[in-house]
């Protein structure tokens, strides 16, 4: 059997459990790609899953974290035809159960791979998928965000919201953005039309009467942002499950939504990084072999854009 180098959890708990050491290489089934993986999207699910509250069921034997990868394609599987070997790659892979990323090599099930845009680095790539999919869906999919509406989004400068506010402006919407001040000329520099800095105000004395909030915090912070949404409008939440006696309160819809794999606005997605509408940035790059130092960074909460991991 080949054998691949990988970052592997053999028991929930602290970033030093990821343990960076050699495993068997998988092979393509059917339908699926095998990647040669050359950069991985950490998020904060990755972390959360190595503490043991995370998306996928608790596993009988060591488990590969990740979810977002970027590389070339080294083998496909019988039935697959879309992807030939030597093809750049991109995609969110297997959500929400094992993904198996922290890897040198993934077998993907190919209808959740895209073909990276030539014109961006492995990096920016492997960085997009989950957050992409995410605030697309939140935005279009359940909000249904429209031209000349107000978005506010907390967390503008995170993984999800950096990548939000683009989608918004890209959709015709007025933009606000929540951040500490260190961030606010890389929100004005994606288009973001006002910028708050929650360290130092409140987001509902800067910001009323707005259409759509997209929740990326929970708690407080979605308590809150209902005295901001004009009656009839929208909170959509990707941190927790809104109160249903607030949403009655103000006359407010609700959502909370988990990302869910999709080839075909992956391809979408592709189209706006090609076009450069959409652009991912790129924090942090860390060896796969550290890939504890990049979860206690991601941990931090106060991270602007995405952490990759280089395979
Ligand atoms: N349901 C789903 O499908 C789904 C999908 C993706 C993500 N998520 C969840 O959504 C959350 C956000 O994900 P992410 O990838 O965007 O996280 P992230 O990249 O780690 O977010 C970091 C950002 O949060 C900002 N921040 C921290 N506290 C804040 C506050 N009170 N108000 C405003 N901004 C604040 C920081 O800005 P400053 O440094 O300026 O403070 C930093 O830029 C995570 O809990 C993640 O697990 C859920």
């Known amino acids: 059997m080949t054998q691949m180098h990988a970052v592997r959890l053999h028991q929930y708990g602290a970033a030093e459990n990821l343990i960076y050491e050699e495993t068997q290489r998988p092979e393509p089934l059917p339908g699926e790609a095998l990647v040669r993986i050359r950069a991985i999207g950490v998020n904060p699910v990755d972390w959360k899953t190595r503490e043991g509250r995370g998306v996928a069921e608790t596993p009988d034997s060591p488990i590969i974290l990740g979810w977002d990868i970027a ?24 959500f929400p159960e094992f993904g198996n990323a922290y890897a040198d090599y993934v077998a993907a099930p190919a209808s959740e791979l895209a073909n990276k845009p030539a014109n961006i680095s492995f990096a920016e790539a492997a960085a997009s998928p989950l957050v992409a999919l995410t605030a697309w869906q939140a935005l279009f999919d359940v909000a249904q ?149 990049a979860h206690r960074l991601s941990e931090t909460g106060h991270t602007r854009g995405k952490i990759v991991l280089i395979s």
């Not at 590389?71 to 297997?94: H, I, K, L, N, W």
């Open 71 to 94: 590389g070339v394609v080294e083998e496909v599987g019988s039935g697959v035809d879309r992807f030939a070997v030597g093809d750049e790659v991109f995609g969110m892979v297997r």
């Open 145 to 293: 965000l429209q031209a000349g509406q107000t978005l506010l989004v907390h967390a503008a400068a995170g993984g999800v919201g950096h990548v939000a506010v683009q989608l918004a402006k890209w959709r015709g919407a007025r933009v606000i953005g929540t951040a500490s001040a260190r961030n606010a000329d890389f929100l004005r520099g994606l288009g973001v039309d006002q910028v708050i800095d929650y360290t130092h105000e409140r987001f509902e004395d800067a910001a009323q009467a707005v259409d759509v909030v997209l929740d990326t915090q929970g708690e407080e912070t979605q308590r809150r942002s209902f005295t901001v949404i004009k009656p009839g409008g929208m909170l959509v939440s990707i941190a927790q499950m809104p109160d249903e006696a607030l949403a009655q309160q103000y006359g407010v819809r609700t959502a909370r939504i988990r990302v869910r794999p999709s080839g075909e606005q992956m391809a979408q997605i592709a189209r706006l990084l090609e076009q450069r509408a959409l652009r991912v940035e790129v924090a942090g790059a860390f060896p796969l072999s550290e890939a504890a130092a």
